[in-house]
């Protein structure tokens, strides 16, 4: 069966801190994406990649980065935590070619203090 | 701009149909999909539509107009556990990105 694994469920930190989130697939996905989702609002995509060592940004990269030495992990840094990042973490994956439906993690509920 | 609007929240009975709809004005398309979401737990995924017409899966059917900009989701013979958030979400075909919408929360009441 079809896995995205995230490192933590709930995680709590402090302004200034430097916070990685780690999510791994079993699919050997080629693409990996992460979200964040905040009440009222649609999924917002932070960065993604199509492939080892590459990396895009999404529609909201700043104040955070990315890496993904390995295809079946992608890691999300936030360099200086603020309260503004407050959030729920998706990651997920997908096939390249077809529909490339998302296969979702269970998300990170990260609260900044 | 870009923009999916899906209703906050609809009320359905058990047993009964109910209809979510979508419309969206993006500057591309490459097809529409529709993820459940449970509360606390991940987005899963329902469907995909990228040509006119209606698509049937069991108890769940999708439609899609791309002339209208116009998507539902139909889900029939309801059950308490189809009480979940309903995301449809837009391909851009400029950047082949997904553009979500807010999501449409469904309460099934007995």
């Known amino acids: 069966d079809v896995k995205v694994t995230q490192s933590s469920r709930y995680l709590v930190k402090r302004t200034g801190e430097k916070v990685f989130l780690e999510c791994v697939q079993d699919?050997?996905?080629?693409?990996m994406f992460w979200y964040r989702q905040d009440p009222g609002l649609g999924l917002r995509l932070i960065y993604f990649s199509y492939d080892v060592k590459m990396k895009e940004k999404g529609d909201i990269p700043e104040g955070y980065s990315v890496s993904r030495e390995k295809k079946e992990r992608f890691s999300l840094i936030l360099e200086s935590a603020s309260t503004n990042q407050t959030s729920m973490y998706l990651c997920?994956?997908?096939?390249?070619?077809?529909?490339?439906?998302?296969?979702f993690g269970s998300g990170t509920q990260l609260s900044v203090l | 701009g870009q923009n999916i609007d899906q209703p906050t929240e609809m009320t359905a009975t058990e047993g009964a149909i109910v209809q979510i709809n979508c419309t969206y004005q993006t500057s591309g398309f490459n097809g529409l999909f529709w993820y459940q979401q449970h509360a606390g737990e991940a987005p899963t995924f329902l469907s995909y539509n990228v040509l006119d017409g209606l698509e049937e899966k069991g108890r769940f059917s999708s439609f899609l107009s791309r002339s209208k900009g116009y998507s539902y989701l139909l889900l029939k013979e309801l059950q308490m556990k189809d009480s979940a958030s309903y995301l449809c979400a837009v391909r851009d075909d400029s950047n082949y990105q997904l553009i979500w919408g807010a999501g449409t929360k469904l309460i099934i009441k007995p």
């Open positions: 997920a994956s997908s096939l390249t070619g077809g529909n490339e439906k998302l296969f």
């Open positions: 699919m050997d996905h080629e693409n």
